[in-house]
């Protein structure tokens, strides 16, 4: 196995970041430094991350969480803003979050111990549904739902057909739900600037067959059976 799957597998990071980890030389195979990630290991073999030790996880596990805003789907943030990793408590194992959700926007995050599980479930080809509740502020051009239901092209990006119907209005808002597969960057955030509409609440509640469902702001619980 290469050593930045095996890096990914433990869920420490993404391979992307295991990648970068060597390159910042903070990867060492049998206490040697790796000096590149498509170097091969074999299970006898000793990794160590940042002085730590790792092994692949053979139970993949599963938890979800309720992402509050202005908390940061990432390990470490430059401008020193709260993650979502300060919200897991101390005795939990190394985690990695499947996806991400923006800074402002809240809901489901799942988390896993295993960067392969976490990859098969973010890939386009896996084909998993999100569902987000919108609040927005007036109410919207039902055209302009159409037109976003079949598919529109923004500045050059094309986004494909995405599904929004209307929840329910309470003036002088209007809440939405929006189902898509594709889930590019802040999609739902570009598709509703290009159409003017202001978003003043923004949840994710489910993603694939997993459902926040009754959790609160912060708080997590494990899934015991993984689809």
Same mark, same amino acid.
């Not at 730590?52 to 202005?70: A, F, Q, R």
């Not at 569902?131 to 239901?149: M, Q």
């Given at each position: ?64 969480? $309720?992402?509050? +805003?202005? $908390?940061?789907?990432?390990? $470490? ?5 709260? +993650? ?27 988390? +896993? ?25 007036? +109410? ?88």
């Amino acid at each position: 196995m290469r050593i930045a799957k095996f890096i990914s597998s433990a869920g420490v990071c993404s391979r992307r970041n295991a990648e970068k980890l060597i390159e910042e030389k903070k990867v060492k195979i049998n206490n040697k430094l790796c000096m590149h990630p498509s170097t091969k290991i074999l299970i006898k073999d000793i990794v160590k991350v940042n002085g730590k030790i790792i092994g692949i996880n053979k139970s993949i596990k599963l938890w979800k969480l $309720y992402k509050p +805003t202005k $908390y940061m789907c990432t390990n $470490y943030d430059p401008q020193k803003r709260k +993650t979502i990793f300060d919200l897991i408590p101390n005795h939990y194992p190394r985690v990695i979050s499947i996806g991400r959700l923006d800074y402002m926007s809240e809901g489901l995050i799942l988390l +896993t111990n295993n960067g392969d599980f976490a990859r098969k479930l973010e890939l386009p080809s896996s084909n998993q549904e999100r569902v987000y509740r919108v609040c927005i502020r007036g +109410t919207p051009n039902f055209e302009h739902i159409k037109l976003i239901n079949k598919g529109i092209r923004i500045k050059n990006i094309n986004y494909k057909k995405i599904h929004i119907k209307f929840e329910k209005s309470v003036n002088p808002y209007t809440w939405l739900i929006v189902k898509l597969k594709e889930g590019k960057n802040r999609e739902i955030r570009k598709i509703f600037e290009y159409f003017t509409w202001n978003i003043a609440k923004l949840i994710r509640i489910q993603y694939g067959p997993y459902k926040l469902q009754n959790l609160h702001e912060g708080q997590i619980c494990e899934i015991k059976k993984i689809r």
